[in-house]
């Protein structure tokens, strides 16, 4: 099988294509014939080794995918040779194959397809549970949503929109929010060319947002913490930027605000119950036709430049690898 392979820790043009000996489920797995894998944020990070949990060398990267199940490892029962599954995974995705814990896998929402269903999970479910678990966001409230044209960032419009809210929309060029925009944005602020915080209270008349999702950190956090209105919450989802912040605690005092952190892999252990209604809240939307945005879908032979798109912040929404496509 033919596999994406990091060989030495750096920057994703380094990354090579190489074939590879088939993939042997062991206990409790499940081998999975890759169809699309999306790339996610983390990947850059583990192929960089600066993610905190280091991918030892060499590793075939990858962490959310789309395919069928190819056989089942001794001691699994299902789901059947042949189900559409997504799941996801540390690394292992860019691949032809990959081999998962069984519990490690999802159904499909009905509707997508697999490039869609590749895309799909984390950014949404992350988006879901940043709004609405943890965010506590109701519809007719102002929300802001930095790296808004990014993969988290377009599904949190995009589910904030459906859920009744007011996105204000942050993001780097007039393209970018262009793309947040189309996804419901009722308003925008380009973040480099803008101040973040007056514009913010510009756009909702004086008052400020209930609540902010920031998937991006650095400078711009602490600008929208301070476009937060008396009581609004803020929820720290990512540091795309590369910098965490550090913010003076007097303003969450002042604001009476509520600052909470998520990671989506840890609340599926401490809060199944929401993440199911999360799940089916979502599988409701994709059922209304709500569909991951997805602007480039590359050959598995190109994915060094995908990855590298995703680092230099070309892409928008979701960028994925095809794996049904020749070499
Ligand atoms: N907490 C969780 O459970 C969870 C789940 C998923 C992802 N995340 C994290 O959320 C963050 C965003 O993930 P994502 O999938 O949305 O990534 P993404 O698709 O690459 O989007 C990140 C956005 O951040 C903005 N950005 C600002 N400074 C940047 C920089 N120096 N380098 C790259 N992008 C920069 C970019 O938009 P502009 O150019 O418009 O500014 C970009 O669109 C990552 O840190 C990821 O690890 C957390």
């Known amino acids: 099988m033919r596999a994406a392979r990091c060989r030495r820790y750096g920057p994703p043009g380094g990354l090579a ?6 993939l042997e489920p062991g206990p409790g797995e499940v081998l999975v014939r890759v169809q699309a894998a999306a790339v996610n944020f983390p990947d850059l990070l583990l192929v960089a080794n600066r993610y905190q949990v280091p991918a030892p060398l060499p590793f075939t990267p990858g962490s959310e995918f ?3 199940v190819a056989a089942l490892g001794p001691g699994v029962s299902g789901p059947p040779v042949g189900t559409a599954v997504a799941g996801a995974v540390l ?3 860019f691949a032809e194959q990959v081999v998962v814990p069984v519990a490690g896998l999802r159904p499909i929402p009905s509707g997508l397809d697999m490039v869609h269903a590749a895309a799909f999970h984390v950014t949404y479910a992350t988006a879901y549970h940043a709004l609405v678990t943890v965010g506590q ?14 993969g988290v960032g377009s599904a949190t419009v995009d589910v904030a929109t459906r859920l009744g809210m007011r996105v204000v929309a942050a993001a780097s060029s007039q393209e970018r929010l262009a793309v947040a925009r189309k996804l419901g944005a009722q308003a925008t602020v380009d973040y480099v060319h803008e101040d973040l915080k007056a514009r913010i209270r510009e756009l909702t008349g004086g008052d400020g947002v209930h609540l902010v999702i920031d998937p ?27 910098r965490i912040p550090r913010i003076p605690l007097n303003l969450v005092l002042l604001k009476d605000a509520v600052v909470r952190g998520f990671e989506i892999r840890m609340l599926r252990q401490y809060a199944p119950d929401a993440v199911k209604a999360g799940d089916r809240v979502l599988a409701r939307m994709v059922s209304d036709g709500m569909r ?7 050959p598995l032979a190109d994915v060094a430049s995908a990855l590298t798109d995703v680092a230099e912040r070309r892409a928008t ?11």
Do not use: C, Q
């Open 17 to 22: 294509v190489v074939e590879l000996g088939d």
């Open 66 to 68: 789309a395919g069928f």
């Open 91 to 93: 690394t292992g995705a």
């Open 137 to 150: 966001g109701v519809a007719g409230e102002w929300a802001a949503v930095l790296g808004a044209a990014g």
């Open 216 to 242: 991006v950190g650095g400078d711009h956090s602490e600008a929208a913490l301070r476009a937060l209105r008396r009581g609004g919450r803020f929820v720290t989802v990512g540091y795309a930027d590369g």
């Open 292 to 298: 991951p945005l997805v602007s480039r879908v590359h």
């Open 317 to 327: 929404g979701k960028v994925v690898i095809d794996m049904t496509g020749g070499v």
